[in-house]
């Protein structure tokens, strides 16, 4: 399984008087989670403003998308094949419902490769691979029908074979939407996993400090194999926490709320080929 970032990012905020309608108290103990019952659709900024080095990573994706596709069309002219048409095949949405605010088409296709005779040689994997990704859905041929080979053949009317280019913004936002489709369950289980750590310390009564807004508690190894500092607050992909502390009680209150907009963009990594990760 791929290594996983949190990132955190800016948003705006629905109106705190409704924040508080919406929001449930989930348990009484030593620590208190108030949950943001609100299902709200995170709206992600069309004209965010990425940085040099995020569209520097975000090229290196495409260049990688972009081979794997070209190496496709090798395959077929090696095949012996002059003409290629393309055929989509069936693909779920369930993940993106809405991914026509970020991609054209979402469909995979794949490759027919035909000889001068018109008889199919070869046929393609699918294009893009990577089913579970959004911003793969920009790659694209020139054409449904085009031509790849050399010489004169009864396709020479049909334009060549070639993968088009990809826009670098267009790319990084379709897949800061991939990220946050793939990571909000391992962010709430993370944010689970502080409240577990915060709740044993103070159950037990440990001595604990903060510092640079984190909560340090020692004495949580005892308990716990893999101790950790629990941050006061947190910005995730779809929501954010906040954990009041009262020292004299050794109790907690944490608060969630739930992200309703992105405006600015995070920074993006290059970390296993096409697939990027997102920070500040």
Do not use: H
């Not at 054409?143 to 050399?150: E, H, L, T, Y």
């Not at 689970?192 to 508690?217: A, D, H, M, P, Q």
């Not at 050794?250 to 697939?275: C, F, L």
């Amino acid at each position: 399984m791929r290594k996983l970032l949190v990132i955190a990012v800016m948003f705006v905020w629905l109106p705190g008087a409704s924040i508080v309608a919406s929001q449930a108290a989930e348990d009484k103990g030593t620590v208190t989670v108030i949950r943001d019952e609100r299902k709200v659709e995170t709206v992600i900024a069309e004209n965010l403003i990425w940085s040099i080095n995020s569209k520097k990573q975000a090229n290196k994706a495409i260049a990688f998308l972009m081979t794997e596709a070209s190496n496709q069309i090798k395959l077929l002219e090696n095949a012996g094949a002059v003409i290629v048409t393309r055929k989509y095949v069936y693909t779920s949405t369930s993940a993106f419902p809405d991914w026509k605010l970020f991609v054209p088409e979402f469909r995979q296709f794949v490759l027919i490769g035909k000889n001068k005779s018109g008889k199919v040689v070869s046929q393609s994997g699918r294009i893009p691979k990577d089913s579970g990704t959004l911003e793969s859905r920009l790659i694209q041929i020139n054409a449904d029908v085009c031509r790849i080979g050399s010489g004169a053949t009864a396709s020479s009317n049909l334009p060549r074979c070639s993968i088009t280019a990809v826009d670098s913004n267009k790319f990084l936002r379709a897949s800061l939407r991939t990220w946050m489709e793939n990571y909000s369950a391992f962010e709430r289980e993370e944010a689970g996993r502080f409240k577990e750590l915060l709740e044993t310390c103070l159950r037990n009564k440990y001595i604990y400090s903060i510092k640079n807004g984190r909560v340090s508690c020692p004495d949580n190894s005892k308990i716990w194999a893999e101790n950790k500092d629990v941050p006061l607050s947190q910005n995730y992909s779809k929501f954010k926490y906040q954990i009041v502390l009262d020292s004299k009680r050794k109790t907690a209150v944490m608060t969630y709320t739930n992200r309703t907009r992105i405006d600015k963009a995070p920074e993006a990594m290059n970390t296993y080929n096409s697939m990027l990760m997102f920070s500040y």
